[in-house]
T-cell receptor
């Protein structure tokens, strides 16, 4: 079936603006993860959703970051009042319940000018 | 101390040789270990996972886990130029954590 999809693939914004990044997980996958990858850095965990449970927000770097997942499927990551240090590739991954294996989407490259 | 550490490389091997990629982790209770390959400008793709001490083989790839030494490695036999990529080690820590901790990756170049 189709893999994880993300949109937009690229986003350029001005400092101070809000952005929304979208992730559509693999059908039937109950777990959804957001990570970000800065240049030359490893993947940094941001937030995790599992079914209808409360999300694990322990990786969100500040209160400017938030995410929601509607209907247990599509997720939106919102960054308010963007800063230049928010520039990174934002990756979404999903997995089936009870498994560890995460499948990644193509990512959204965010550039904050 | 970082949760997961990898030598950033670059690691260069000639075509046909064995490439050895290494990873150490800090949480002794970690249970699940993953190797992802990431081509430049692309997203990570899973190569292998390993849960138990010892070796796990899949085609040209072998993952090795030594929990006592907190060490996991990936061997690539008969390396091909198409194996040139960054290899990310990922670990699920103990304690019910939901996320994976990733290393910064080792960049591998296979020279034709």
């Amino acid at each position: 079936g189709a893999g994880v999809s993300q949109s937009p693939s690229n986003k350029v914004t001005e400092k101070g603006k809000d952005v929304e990044l979208r992730c559509d997980p693999i059908s039937g996958h109950t777990a959804l993860y957001w990570y970000r990858q800065s240049l030359g850095q490893g993947l940094e965990f941001l937030i995790y959703f599992q079914g209808n449970s409360a999300p694990d927000k322990s990786g969100l770097p500040s209160d400017r970051f938030s995410a929601e997942r509607t209907g247990g499927s599509v997720s939106t990551l919102t960054i308010q009042r963007t800063q230049q240090e928010d520039s990174a590739v934002y990756l979404c991954a999903s997995s089936r319940q009870g498994t560890d294996t995460q499948y990644f989407g193509p990512g959204t490259r965010l550039t904050v000018l | 101390q970082k949760e997961v550490e990898q030598n950033s490389g670059p690691l260069s091997v000639p075509e046909g040789a064995i490439a050895s990629l290494n990873c150490t982790y800090s949480d002794r209770g970690s249970q699940s270990f993953f190797w992802y390959r990431q081509y430049s400008g692309k997203s990570p793709e899973l190569i292998m996972f390993i849960y138990s001490n010892g070796d796990k083989e899949d085609g040209r790839f072998t993952a090795q886990l030594n929990k006592a030494s907190q060490y996991v490695s990936l061997l690539i036999r008969d390396s091909q130029p198409s194996d040139s990529a960054t290899y990310l080690c990922a670990v699920r820590p103990a304690g019910g954590a939901n996320n994976l901790f990733f290393g910064t990756g080792t960049r591998l170049t296979v020279i034709p």
